[in-house]
């Protein structure tokens, strides 16, 4: 597992794709941190503070309802949490938690929440770290699912400006590291007004920034690292299959933006 003091991340585990139903192995105090939507408990601050980010997305129902009903099945755990790493949010498939950080703003909070619900929803499609495959691979598995989870993102945000909520959006262009994307989006939009067509192009421009691609090279290089002493293992040179990053991209009505044919996918240096 490894954490990043950027957006946010996926916490990623090579040796054990299991979930661990107990949260108060996660943490002691998860009672009153976390929060699973649709049952009833006795209110929370994570109550409080998820259904409000539940209520901001609702009208993109398209967007929010395949991510949460998504969410929903898996029993993911909605949790806030403030880790002396610094990281603003991430999701933990081990414990099947999604944490935010309290002390963000409440935008922030939505922009990683809808971020980390990408996420949940990769994982649930298989794209999991694994030491059956090279080092090298698994940072280019990396770079693939967190140009995905981006451009969703940004891709997410721009509907609901289009339906009168442009804060998100707003957001986004506030992420010092991240607003490239959200630009190359926007200006593709106005000159073709094709979403597909967009959405491709915000998911080759995360690959643009040497700042993202060394901050994930590093981590989940560390991780991978961790993970070979812990399990006393050889490093793998297995590659991906071919047809591996083919159901990466695939939007809640269908439709496939093409990611896995680009060649910014190739990439993991």
């Known amino acids: 597992m490894f954490s990043m003091s950027c957006y946010s991340d996926v916490r990623y585990h090579f040796l054990s794709a299991a979930t661990d139903n107990d949260l108060n192995k996660w943490h002691p ?33 398209e967007l929010a ?55 949940v929803v990769q994982v649930g ?14 940072v280019r598995m990396t770079y693939a699912v967190e140009a995905d989870v981006q451009a969703y993102s940004v891709y997410f945000a721009w509907r609901l400006k289009e339906k009168g909520r442009p804060e998100l959006w707003d957001e986004l262009l506030n992420f010092d590291r991240y607003r ?43 991780s991978y690292l961790d993970s070979l002493d812990e399990s006393h293992l050889i490093e793998s040179f297995e590659v ?9 991209c695939i939007l809640p009505d269908g439709r496939n933006y093409g990611c896995h044919k680009t060649t910014a996918i190739k990439l993991s240096d």
Request: with cysteine; glycine share 4%.
């Open 29 to 61: 105090d998860s009672q009153e941190l976390c929060y699973y939507p649709g049952t009833d408990i006795v209110s929370n601050q994570a109550e409080r503070v998820f259904k409000e980010i539940f209520s901001y997305i609702a009208p993109e129902k």
């Open 180 to 222: 490239d994307i959200a630009i190359v989006f926007e200006r593709t939009m106005m000159q073709s007004g094709d979403e597909i067509y967009s959405l491709k192009q915000a998911f080759i421009q995360w690959y643009a920034s040497p700042w993202r691609r060394a901050n994930y090279h590093q981590g989940c290089c560390m």
């Open 125 to 138: 499609r298989g794209f999991r770290q694994s030491l059956d495959y090279s080092m090298n691979e698994m």
């Open 240 to 248: 991906l299959p071919e047809t591996y990053f083919d159901q990466l």
């Open 65 to 119: 309802h395949a991510l949460m009903n998504h969410a929903l099945k898996k029993r993911v755990a909605f949790c806030i949490e403030n880790r002396v790493d610094g990281t603003r949010g991430y999701y933990d498939y081990r414990f099947n938690v999604l944490a935010i950080r309290s002390s963000l703003s409440f935008y922030q909070k939505v922009a990683i929440v809808i971020h980390e619900l990408r996420h």
